[in-house]
């Protein structure tokens, strides 16, 4: 159990256009979802904070409108790269926690996407 | 605020030895540790986990991992290292809001 997918895995697109990814918790319901930001050879980067319902807390330094974030379902979280740009290339991973709160908030995480803006 | 330091960037071992692989932390209350794996272009493993209890944490793959407070480290072991053992592995602290803090992270090449 506590599988978490992510769609697409790869994805390329041209300088302004905008790109939707998506992150699905498959066999559980997660009431948070996270979105990390992964450069070549470094760790990663908390983007954002998602509960279903309400609107996604952003990490200081995340432009909130070019990285739009909607949790529309306890299953389902999307990441939309608005006019992307080459510098926001990058692997996007995403994970997704079972339960708000005490032991069970453990992260699970999906297989990320690799986005490529020519 | 939390954080997590790996001193070690590569790190290579010989198939069959001993691996080890550091990891202080930076936090104020106790913490809850994680070390997870990832192999090129993929997600994070989850390896183990200490929330509180045993110091020393048994997790997948032959992995161990051992917490001191004292040192404020939380190392990550295993006895004898397989090929299919390199890759990237982090560490990672999880604050009260359930935010991960993860380390730079440390490569891991097997050789024959």
């Known amino acids: 159990g506590a599988v978490v997918s992510q769609h697409p895995s790869w994805v390329i697109c041209k300088s302004g256009t905008s790109v939707k990814i998506e992150c699905r918790s498959l066999?559980?319901?997660?009431?948070?979802m996270f979105w990390y930001r992964q450069f070549p050879k470094q760790s990663l980067m908390l983007m954002a904070t998602s509960n279903e319902g309400s609107k996604a807390t952003y990490e200081q330094g995340v432009e909130k409108d070019k990285f739009l974030i909607n949790h529309a379902s306890l299953t389902l979280s999307t990441l939309t790269v608005t006019s992307a740009h080459p510098e926001d290339s990058s692997f996007y991973i995403c994970s997704a926690s079972k339960v708000a709160g005490g032991l069970g908030g453990e992260q699970f995480f999906g297989p990320g996407t690799r986005l490529t803006v020519l | 605020a939390q954080s997590v330091t790996q001193p070690d960037i590569h790190i290579t071992v010989s198939e069959g030895a001993s691996l080890e692989l550091r990891c202080n932390y930076s936090?104020?209350?106790?913490?809850?540790l994680f070390w997870y794996v990832q192999s090129p272009g993929q997600g994070l493993q989850l390896l183990l986990k200490?929330?509180?209890?045993?110091?020393l944490v048994q997790g997948i793959k032959g992995f161990e991992a051992e917490f001191k407070r004292s040192q404020s480290s939380f190392n990550l072991r295993k006895p004898s290292v397989h090929w299919s053992d390199a890759a990237e592995y982090f560490c990672?602290?999880?604050?009260?809001?359930?935010?991960?803090?993860f380390g730079a992270g440390t490569t891991v090449t097997v050789r024959a």
């Open positions: 200490y929330f509180s209890g045993d110091t």
């Open positions: 936090y104020g209350a106790t913490p809850y």
């Open positions: 990672a602290v999880r604050s009260n809001d359930y935010k991960l803090s």
């Open positions: 066999d559980f319901q997660a009431t948070t």
